[in-house]
Every structure is written in structure tokens, then in C-alpha cells.
Nanobody
Framework: QVQLVESGGGSVQSGGSLRLSCAAS????????MAWFRQSPGREREGIATIDRDGLTKYADSVKGRFTVSRDNIKNTLYLQMTSLKPEDTAMYSCAADPRFCQLSAGFAYWGQGTQVTVSS
């Protein structure tokens, strides 16, 4: 019902910035909560940001003040603006969507395949 495709990942030096995008398709996308997660080898998937249908946002403490999540429902696109990047931000970043669930934890119904972000020092 909903397909998600991430883009914008890459390599950046510590302190740099990247903007990730998640293109969504599906007629119910506009009403879904959207989120960004990240996962590195050997670690659990971490919820880093959510944005609900009204644009209200939540952030994990690890990225608060550095990352900004937004959505453009006309373009059917979710964004994650990342600034002041640190080596510990290195991970595979995935977007997710759910018609009701909107928490910084696992439980979203739809997922993208992810885009790699690597931060060097």
C-alpha cells in the first residue's frame, strides 16, 4: 500500500551536513506518521525522528538539536536534514510509515531499504 525509497546518503567529514530524502507512494501516505531509523552492524535499530500527519515532530536525544525532520505531502517526500555530524552517526538510515503508530521505537508497518551514511573524523 505504501512504498518508500531513500536517497541522499554518502560520506561526509565530522561536523558536516547531509540531507536525506524518502520518496513515498500510496494514496494513504498523507495521513501516515513518518519516521527515520538508523542501524549499524551489531546494534539495534534506533528511532531518531518522527513526524505525524500534522507536522508535529519528536527526536531522539542523540540527535536533538542537530537533525531536523520535515515532510512535503505535495511531493510525497520525507526529509532528514542532518548537521554537525559525528562519527557515531555512521549507520544505514531507513524511513518508515504507519497509519497510527508514531513513536521513537520499532512498530512501523512500512519500511524503505535504507541509505548509507558514513561520517569520518
Amino acid at each position: 500500500q505504501v512504498q518508500l525509497v531513500e536517497s541522499g546518503g554518502g560520506s561526509v567529514q565530522s561536523g558536516g551536513s547531509l540531507r536525506l530524502s524518502c520518496a513515498a507512494s500510496g494514496h494513504r501516505y498523507f495521513s501516515y506518521c513518518m519516521a527515520w531509523f538508523r542501524q549499524s552492524p551489531g546494534r539495534e535499530r534506533e528511532g531518531i525522528a518522527t513526524i505525524d500527519r500534522d507536522g508535529l515532530t519528536k527526536y531522539a536525544d542523540s540527535v536533538k538539536g542537530r537533525f531536523t525532520v520535515s515532510r512535503d505531502n505535495i511531493k510525497n517526500t520525507l526529509y532528514l536534514q542532518m548537521t554537525s555530524l559525528k562519527p557515531e552517526d555512521t549507520a544505514m538510515y531507513s524511513c518508515a510509515a504507519d497509519p497510527r503508530f508514531c513513536q521513537l521505537s520499532a512498530g512501523f508497518a512500512y519500511w524503505g531499504q535504507g541509505t548509507q551514511v558514513t561520517v569520518s573524523s
